[in-house]
């Protein structure tokens, strides 16, 4: 470490800094920051946005929350109490003791196997890995509650509008036109809702935040080297996922273990902006170079997906990340942005010029998809055709709505596919707990003094800026596993919050 230090490069490194500092640049982008962040704190729009609704703030002390918490908190309280009833002998016993530290290692577990879990290639992958591995973190809490009164569930935390919308997820299973298909799929519903009580239970201190977050940082670096082999060796140019017309000399799209690039690619949209805010927290330089030397591999392995739609994703996070985080550096940032647009490969800047252009098949391709999919919620506005895309391809098949060359497959829009799945009732309640746990986040970034949580929690709530926008033009849960990572990152955000808020336990 010291001979870096002492080394030319950290040297003209630390010149070049302090000749930033110096110069008319850094002021004039110092005073373009100040004018931001006035133009943030005066804004009619933007203060609303950041504001918590009325929903939002009577939540917690409402009597719904107070019995869902009892509810949750029942297996606990009787562990417990078991334990206060035994306690010379839970004591007593090696294997007791050895059960409750697992149990209070939870995060260190959950980072474990979210790190081994989503870099699973896809041929050997099971769905039902998702449900198992929650499943078996839930068991690991409850080793550590049995010997801790002031650990449970933390139900308050997930807020209403997630809780109503998992609740529509069981109402479209049930009502669903194709019941028996659905089933299947409200399995994957429930690994997901598990992932997300599980993530902000065992998240207790700002350590255990940063220990899941690096979980996510461990996929991206695997899969990210992966996809760069992957270009290494080549990869065949697929007609299904590109036109090869308008996009002449363009390589292969790689997809690392998630069988189709734009999976890969949303994928990263989600896990990239935890990556740079763990870069961007961690105290030790060793750490500072590991996630900036993964999030600089990710982002290239997010390049070669050759996915539009997640680079605007990727772009929109970004400027939400560089906005919640310090605002008076969105100038520079956009500068740095503009700067870097002629250094893309041109393979990439043809690609991104294709985007809007109606004459690309792949975009052309997607109208009849939108047009089947309202034809569906105008004969089922309210109930929506049934959880998962099978029901939906069924629903559709029957009554002969779609008029396409290529087979159905989903909606290539989040929000259209979640109303088809879902109904009114899913759609909205999704809807509002994005905007819920973004606006949350907003607020409390900006009311929380700088620590790890605080960089954490905007780089969460950037990835589901970035998904959002992503799901304009795809559908986000098209794979159960990336249903799971998005869950994930909405799970880090509300942890994140929870922490910024005072919400630490001993």
């Known amino acids: 470490m010291s001979a870096f230090r002492e080394s030319f490069l950290c040297r003209f490194c630390v010149w070049l800094y302090a000749a930033y500092l110096d110069s008319g640049l850094h002021r004039l982008l110092v005073r373009a920051g100040a004018w931001c962040n006035a133009q943030i704190d005066g804004s009619w729009i933007l203060k609303p946005l950041c504001r918590e609704g009325c929903v939002a703030r009577a939540w917690e002390g409402s009597v719904l929350c107070g019995f ?28 007791a003791r050895l059960v409750f530290a697992a149990g209070d290692a939870a995060p260190s577990a959950q980072f474990w ?18 449900m198992t591995a929650f499943a078996f973190l839930l068991l690991l809490f409850h080793a550590a509650v049995m010997h801790r009164a002031d650990c449970r569930l933390d139900i308050r935390s997930i807020g209403f509008y997630p809780l109503v919308f998992f609740g529509s997820i069981f109402l479209a299973a049930i009502y669903s036109s194709a019941r028996s298909l659905s089933m ?65 000399g363009m390589p292969g799209r790689v997809f690392s273990f998630y069988q189709n690039p734009n999976a890969f690619a949303e994928v990263l949209v989600l896990l990239l902006p935890l990556v740079l805010a763990l870069a961007l927290c961690v105290r030790t330089l ?47 940032f956009v ?54 895309t099978a029901a939906v391809q069924r629903f559709i098949k029957l009554r002969y709505l779609y008029r396409g060359s290529a087979p159905f497959v989903h909606a290539h829009n989040f929000y259209l596919q979640i109303w088809l799945e879902a109904g009114l009732l899913g759609v909205g309640s999704f809807v509002a707990s994005m905007l819920w746990n973004i606006k949350r986040a907003a607020h409390t970034v900006r009311h929380c003094g700088s620590s790890a949580a605080r960089t954490i929690t905007c ?37 994140g919050v929870k922490i910024c808020r005072g919400g630490e336990m001993g």
């Open 184 to 248: 299947r799929f409200l399995v994957y519903h429930i690994s997901a809702a598990l992932c997300v009580l599980v993530t902000v239970s065992v998240v207790r201190r700002a350590e255990d935040l940063i220990r899941v977050a690096a979980g996510g940082g461990m996929c991206v670096l695997v899969s990210g080297l992966y996809a760069v082999l992957q270009r290494i060796q080549g990869v065949e140019v697929n007609k299904s996922y590109v036109d090869v017309e308008l996009n002449a």
């Open 335 to 388: 500068v740095l942005c503009c700067l870097a647009v002629p250094l893309l490969p041109e393979t990439v800047w043809n690609r991104i010029l294709t985007i809007g252009n109606l004459s690309d098949s792949s975009t052309a391709s997607r109208f009849p998809l939108y047009q089947a999919a309202l034809k569906v919620i105008q004969v089922s506005p309210v109930a929506g055709a049934g959880l998962g």
């Open 68 to 95: 869902l918490s009892w509810l949750a908190g029942i297996p606990a309280a009787l562990l417990h109490w078991l334990y206060r009833v035994l306690q010379p002998t839970w004591d007593g016993s090696y294997a």
């Open 286 to 332: 060793w750490g500072r170079v590991f996630f900036g030397g993964t999030f600089l591999v990710g982002c290239g392995a997010l390049l070669m997906t050759y996915s539009r739609a997640s680079w605007v994703g990727m772009a929109c996070a970004m400027v939400v990340m560089v906005f919640l985080w310090k605002p008076k550096l969105l100038p520079g």
């Open 113 to 130: 196997l979210i790190a081994l879990l989503w870099i699973i290639p896809y041929d050997y992958w099971n769905n039902a890995y998702s």
């Open 459 to 495: 780089g969460a709530a950037a990835a589901l800026c970035g998904s959002m926008v992503n799901g304009l033009a795809d559908y986000l849960w098209n794979y159960p596993r990336v249903m799971c990572i998005f869950w994930f990152t909405f799970a880090v955000a509300l942890a």
